[in-house]
């Protein structure tokens, strides 16, 4: 993702991510900031509740096959 606030790797976040085609954000508990490359930053999640990683993994099966992490 990229930001316009200052973060440091290891950095404890809480997240909502606006996924396209959903009416409300996505919920993160607890993610990790784990990489910086400039304003980009790779974030690992660490606790989410269960319908929420169900609903990040219909959202992800819906991507075209190249466009999936």
Not at 2 to 20: A, C, F, N, R
Not at 31 to 54: K, P, S, T
């Amino acid at each position: 993702m990229v930001s316009d606030k200052l973060v440091y790797v290891g950095t404890i976040l809480e997240m909502q991510i606006h996924l396209p085609g959903q009416k409300s954000p996505l919920e993160v508990d607890e993610a990790v900031v784990r990489w910086l490359i400039g304003r980009e930053i790779g974030v690992e999640f660490l606790r989410m509740r269960a319908e929420e990683q169900d609903r990040l993994a219909r959202f992800l099966n819906t991507l075209p096959t190249e466009s999936r992490p």
